[in-house]
């Protein structure tokens, strides 16, 4: 039997506007052989909030988040608060991790695929009450999916935590049970939802502590509105001009000079009022919104 030499007789790499390619051009005894090896696709990336029973967005150090899938395979992240704006987790998903019967099928996790994601705190294993998010996009490559996952338990299964629901039950006379406090209603009547309220991380029983942004004033370095902002929660500023199309707004602190780079969200490291000073273009503007993740 003909021993086989194999030889290569050049490479090249070659980048396209969407990929780049290595080929290899080999020759054996037996003849011409071409070689092609690819890169793998780019991960896809899920982020996103965890909160505790309260609502509280959880800080770095205090828990890792852990996905399994049926087949064994294991990815873990810590947190990292501000890592992406309003999130404090990202955990790539590798392309070729085994979530799917083919490596190499374009997508890493699809909606049939199984799979749980769970939070380790200290020694104690949760499994997140409420997992929100767009699961029809999941695994499409070098894109990225939101899962926002709640902590606690969730005995009546509408979305709010039994200990805050205790905690509002008691502030508001201690003559209701959990099941009396439904997200939809409006404990303080400000206008919030009771799940809106918890999300934000307002009190839903003080009407006078609610979620609201003010315009303050209208200088030439444009005009400064004002909100209350909690530890942990990342805010942005939407703006408007008929209040049916919004868009992100640019924004700088009252306290930073007008030359510091505008962003367009701001994470709370404490409890304060933040003044924003609108800025770019705001000839059309005439409405502004406050978001909170």
């Known amino acids: 039997m003909k021993s086989t030499v194999l030889s290569v007789l050049r490479s090249c790499i070659r980048a396209g506007p969407s990929a780049r390619w290595v080929r290899l051009t080999a020759a054996t005894s037996l003849g011409l052989a071409a070689v092609q090896a690819f890169p793998p696709a780019p991960p896809h990336i899920l982020?996103?909030?965890?909160r505790d029973e309260t609502g509280r967005p959880m800080d770095a150090g205090e828990a890792v988040v852990v996905l399994e899938t049926?087949?064994?395979?294991?990815?873990?992240?810590?947190?990292t608060p501000g890592l992406i704006p309003g999130a404090n987790y990202r955990l790539a998903v590798p392309m070729d991790?085994?979530?799917t019967p083919?490596?190499?099928?374009?997508?890493?996790?699809?909606?049939?695929?199984?799979?749980?994601?769970?939070?380790?705190?200290?020694?104690?294993?949760?499994?997140p009450l409420e997992m929100q998010g767009r699961f029809d996009q999941l695994g499409q490559p070098a894109q990225r999916t939101r899962i926002d996952l709640t902590l606690g338990e969730d005995l009546d299964g509408d979305g709010l935590p039994d200990a805050w629901e205790r905690a509002l039950a008691a502030m508001?006379?201690?003559?209701?049970?959990?099941?009396?406090?439904?997200?939809?209603?409006?404990?303080?009547h400000d206008g919030l939802s009771n799940l809106e309220e918890y999300l934000a991380g307002t009190y839903a029983f003080d009407p006078e502590d609610g979620f609201r942004i003010e315009l303050i004033e209208?200088?030439?370095?444009?005009?400064?509105?004002?909100?209350?902002?909690?530890?942990?929660?990342?805010?942005?500023?939407?703006?408007?001009?008929d209040l049916h199309s919004w868009s992100p707004v640019a924004f700088r602190l009252g306290e930073e000079d007008p030359s510091v780079p505008?962003?367009?969200?701001?994470r709370a490291e404490d409890v304060r009022r933040v003044r924003a000073v609108i800025a770019g273009d705001l000839t059309r503007l005439r409405f502004f919104r406050l978001m909170v993740r």
Do not use: M
């Open 47 to 50: 982020y996103g909030t965890v």
């Open 70 to 79: 049926a087949g064994g395979v294991r990815l873990r992240t810590g947190l």
């Open 97 to 99: 991790a085994g979530l």
């Open 102 to 127: 083919d490596n190499y099928q374009p997508t890493a996790l699809r909606p049939e695929v199984s799979f749980r994601l769970k939070v380790v705190v200290g020694e104690t294993v949760w499994l």
């Open 172 to 188: 508001l006379g201690g003559g209701l049970d959990e099941e009396d406090i439904r997200p939809g209603d409006d404990a303080d």
């Open 218 to 241: 209208a200088g030439e370095a444009g005009p400064s509105v004002e909100f209350l902002a909690l530890r942990g929660r990342t805010y942005s500023v939407e703006g408007s001009a």
């Open 262 to 266: 505008a962003r367009t969200t701001y």
